[in-house]
């Protein structure tokens, strides 16, 4: 998996509109490490402002979305969970289009996004804390499902109420998921989201083989389950909302990614989470080189992602439960 992953960056930094040979990336790679300044202006600015952030931006989702989707699947003992379960997806929307229609700045755009994801996941909790006498687990699905319809009622308003010359193809475009206009800047900001959520996954991932077994299990073995139950969901939100602030909504990843990886390591999820993220970065990066290359203007993520992952799903589902089980 780390092979594959290295080729798709390789391939993602060499493909495009402007293409690269590997000698001149490895003649940037070491122009940059030498402080050699003799490479060609136009190369240096392909290689480090428009493919590079992207390379980085992409891998960073890729494994992001891959490693939440894992998680609350294992958490919620449920193959069909997705990252946007419990709304963050769409709270992310939300916030992100009320940006756009407010006509903020691209930073004010994201940061809208990011607490717009991290709100509507603090009230799904919230409604979970309030109501003690159901299961918990099931009590956060459902109250993931309201607080997912209101979100998108609010978006579908504003999309009723925004400038259709200027603001609706934004809004539309931004909800289909892109890494178009990812900056280095765009890159940084979500680094330390991405490792604040992240870093606690990977370090906690055998109390998550724990947590699959059901609660009274896990407690019975000294697992404080809603403690590890709220810093999962947590983390993973954390990750999830930083990639939508910056890409859009970009589907499938989280629901597709782990039952393939699934099917080549098993369901321990000490093996899991590292492999749903190595296969994660690596499905994104090639789905981005196609999303540039295969038509003369690039193509969502959202359409590729759910145009490649809907038959495989299909296909699971057709092949029985081997592949969750």
Known sequence: MAAGLLAAII????IGKFPLTPGQLADAWLGWAWGNEALDPRIETVIWNVRFPRVIAG???GAALAAAGATFQALFRNPLVAPDILGVSTGASLGA??????????ILIQLTSFVGGIL????????????????????LVLAGVAISAIAGAGISLIKILADPY???PAITYWLLGSLTAVTRGDALSILPAMLLGLVPLFVLRWQVNLMSLGDEEAKALGVNTRLLRTILIAAATLVTAA?????????????VIPHIARLLVGPDFRRLLPASMLLGAMFLLVVDIAARTIASVEVPLGILTA???APFFLWLL???RRGWQ
């Open 318 to 320: 057709a092949s029985g």
């Open 59 to 61: 891998l960073l989702i």
């Open 120 to 139: 509507a996941v603090l009230a799904v909790y919230s409604i979970g804390l309030a109501i003690r006498h159901r299961d918990p687990v099931l009590t």
């Open 97 to 106: 289009v009320l940006g756009i229609f407010l006509s903020l700045p691209v």
């Open 243 to 255: 990639s939508v602030s910056i890409a859009g909504v970009i589907g499938w990843i989280g629901l």
């Open 166 to 168: 200027d603001q609706l």
């Open 11 to 14: 391939l993602a930094m060499v």
């Open 307 to 309: 145009a490649i992952g």
